[in-house]
């Protein structure tokens, strides 16, 4: 069965540089969510859409931004990056409204130089 | 102040035998809750779910059971195989909206010896 695909899978950045993670749900999921693990931590929800509108936003820092796009594919853009921002990104989706089984993707490693 | 407790950083087990992974939540309003499997580098993998509105669920190996009054969950294992070897976390949502946010516990590195 097809999965959550996440591109690129390993990324390399400088402080103060600019990353751009890419997310595409499961066919026929309509929500798709971002969270970030740090080493020896659980993980920690960013920001959520549901059918191409922000649902939900948690601690996502004011330099990150992202948005679903009308294919539902979705992407987490990050500027002006800083050391602790080097974690492992994944994105989830799921079909409907509240209470559906989150679905993860392979997650991208990003580390910040 | 973490919603969402493991509080056993570690489990270990003999194969065949059973593995009882545990899990306590803060927030009363959560009603949907799931595990997770997870190896290092990789993506969480989904294993079962239970809602609120019932007090267990069982899938294959795995069974979840909920106690709403004591705001706890576990999973059970049986019987455990060295390939369920992993960090699992528990996981606790709302079910009102799309879009809802999972809060993780911290986790639980199961590891089951041959």
């Known amino acids: 069965a097809a999965g959550v695909i996440q591109s690129p899978r390993h990324l390399i950045k400088e402080k103060r540089e600019t990353a751009t993670l890419k997310c595409y749900p499961i066919?026929?999921?309509?929500?798709v969510y971002w969270y970030q693990q740090g080493p020896g931590q659980d993980p920690q929800f960013l920001i959520s859409f549901y059918e191409k509108m922000q649902s939900d936003k948690g601690s996502i820092p004011d330099r990150f931004s992202a948005q679903q796009f009308s294919d539902y594919h979705s992407e987490l853009n990050m500027s002006s990056l800083e050391l602790g921002d080097s974690a492992l990104y994944f994105c989830?989706?799921?079909?409907?409204?509240?209470?559906?089984?989150?679905?993860f993707g392979p997650g991208t490693r990003l580390t910040v130089l | 102040d973490q919603q969402v407790k493991q509080n056993s950083p570690s489990l270990s087990v003999q194969e065949g035998r059973i593995s009882i992974l545990n899990c306590d939540y803060t927030?009363?309003?959560?009603?949907?809750f799931l595990w997770y499997k997870k190896y290092p580098a990789e993506g969480p993998t989904f294993l079962i779910s239970i809602s609120s509105i019932k007090d267990k669920n069982e899938d294959g190996r795995f069974t979840v059971f909920l106690n709403k009054s004591a705001k706890h969950l576990s999973l059970h294992i049986v019987p455990s195989q060295p390939g369920d070897s992993a960090v699992y976390f528990c996981a606790a949502s709302f079910s009102n909206n799309a879009g809802n946010m999972l809060t993780f516990g911290g986790g639980t590195r199961l590891m089951v010896k041959p």
């Open positions: 927030n009363s309003m959560f009603d949907y």
């Open positions: 989830a989706s799921s079909s409907g409204p509240g209470g559906d089984t989150q679905y």
């Open positions: 066919p026929r999921h309509d929500t």
